[in-house]
């Protein structure tokens, strides 16, 4: 982690909107590499938890936090999966036809 700080308010209340989903999140700014960064007080270790990957911290931050919550895992990983399915498939096809527009052509 780079040099940080913590954002205590914003004018669009996104810090108020995270604290109601969880009491203990709170949100640091990395200088270093001008993110957004979800931390937790109570957990053990280090209080990060995430990067959120939007350069403005608005209403997409807080979808994000509730998205990636450990109860949402499973429907997480079920969309990852369904996810990584559609790119292997685009993928084979795109060799597929590159072989087909190769073999063709000779």
């Known amino acids: 982690m780079g ?5 205590e308010s914003d004018c669009l209340d996104i810090i108020g909107r ?3 989903i969880d009491e203990g999140y709170f949100v640091k700014f990395n200088v270093e590499n001008k993110t957004f ?3 937790h007080r109570e957990q053990v270790g280090n209080t990060y938890c995430l990067t959120f ?3 403005q911290l608005d209403e997409r931050c807080v ?6 919550r450990v109860e949402n895992s ?4 079920e969309e990852m999966e369904r ?4 790119l292997e498939k685009r993928q084979t096809k795109a060799v597929l036809n590159d ?8």
């Open 3 to 7: 040099k940080s700080f913590e954002i």
């Open 18 to 20: 995270l604290k109601a």
């Open 37 to 39: 960064e979800l931390h």
């Open 53 to 55: 990957p939007y350069n």
């Open 63 to 68: 979808d994000f936090a509730r998205k990636t």
């Open 74 to 77: 499973d429907a997480l990983f």
């Open 83 to 86: 996810e990584n399915a559609k």
């Open 99 to 106: 072989f087909e527009e190769k073999f063709y052509d000779s």
